[in-house]
């Protein structure tokens, strides 16, 4: 536990600052918030519909900058680095998902799984095998070959969680993973989750309406008015 205390926070966000303008209306989303994850750490964020959830996901996951502040991930401050940089940071650091799984329709599961991994450079026939490991994880090697039509709601939503974690990132970020799912479904999805991320010794920063599954995690953070507080 203490190496874990002791080591750089796989995720930091200091005095981020997020502004919209549209016209002569300045729209703050978000202000000055600040923030950190710990590796191996599992922490939800909540807050109500349009409090920025979805922008700090973004920004936290290098996939917009910020107005002002910086987001460091595993120490290395990314503001000012170049977008091709970044594109290597998300894809050999960072797992993401999303409240719809913008899973290729053309392509099987299996194949979903393995295009990110030759993306990254992989041997075709290690990713395959990478992507029959990941599957067989949660009993999913008999929907391999189906394509995103054929699989159920929470299949599809597991394959596109399986995806995220094909490079093996060091950080998963997960944006309503459940949302569009049932009750049953979500917490039986959110289960495999949180396993599939503390087995791999990742961290995850989940953004989440249900309140009953971010009490599971480590902690709760909470977006109110564009500020973030623990709990």
Known sequence: MNDVMNSTP???????????????????VLNDVNFSLKAG??????????SGKSTLLQLAGLLERPSEGQVLV????CGQMMDNER???RRQTIGYVYQFHHLLPEFTALENIVLPQMIAGLPAGEAHKRAEQLLKSLSLENRALHRPSKLSGGEQQ?????????NSPALLIADEPTGNLDEET???VFRELTSLVKRSGMSAF???HNLALAKKM????????????EG
């Not at 394959?159 to 094909?166: M, N, Q, T």
């Open 206 to 208: 989940v953004a989440t």
């Open 218 to 229: 480590d902690r709760i953070v909470s977006l109110h008015k564009g500020t973030l507080k």
């Open 186 to 188: 979500s917490q039986q």
């Open 10 to 28: 796989v995720l930091e966000l200091r005095h981020l600052q997020r502004i919209f303008k549209q016209g002569d209306v300045v729209l703050n």
């Open 87 to 89: 594109t290597a940071i």
């Open 158 to 166: 597991r394959i596109a969680i399986l995806r995220a974690l094909a």
């Open 41 to 50: 750490e599992i922490v939800a964020l909540v807050g109500p519909s349009g």
């Open 74 to 77: 595993q120490g290395r401050p």
